[in-house]
């Protein structure tokens, strides 16, 4: 069993930045596949970002690339999630999640692809 808590979540003006932090315990991520997901009232979950197990493969949702990035370090069995310029429609709980069986290059972007979540942290950004 994976064990995953995410924080750094809070309250932020449009334009700011937070960065995110998935920490793990229970198994070593080292084999896994990590993925940030959000969730926005009355909306369905999303696909924000994903990092296969060596870091070397990132991927982002179209909405976040170039303001988002993900990074792992699987010494402090943690991934990160900085985001910058941050926009209200960000605006929602955010989501870590692993799997260590996830085909990644075709599913990374799929919920149903990730067997591990957390409990989710806020993120609010203010116009």
């Known amino acids: 069993q994976v064990q995953l808590v995410e924080s750094g979540g809070g309250l932020v003006q449009a334009g700011g930045s937070l960065r995110l932090s998935c920490a793990a315990s229970g198994r070593t991520l080292r084999t896994y596949a990590m993925g940030w997901f959000r969730q926005a009232p009355g909306k369905e979950r999303e696909f924000v970002a994903a990092?296969?197990?060596?870091?070397?493969?990132?991927y982002y949702a179209h909405s976040v690339k170039g303001r988002f990035t993900i990074s792992r370090d699987n010494a402090k069995n943690t991934v990160d999630l900085q985001m910058n310029n941050l926009k209200p429609e960000d605006t929602a709980a955010y989501y870590c999640?692993?799997?260590?069986?996830?085909?990644?290059?075709?599913?990374?972007?799929?919920?149903?692809?990730?067997?591990?979540w957390g409990q989710g942290t806020q993120v609010t950004v203010s116009s």
């Open positions: 999640a692993a799997d260590f069986r996830l085909n990644f290059r075709s599913d990374y972007d799929q919920v149903q692809g990730y067997v591990y």
């Open positions: 990092i296969n197990w060596n870091g070397g493969i990132t």
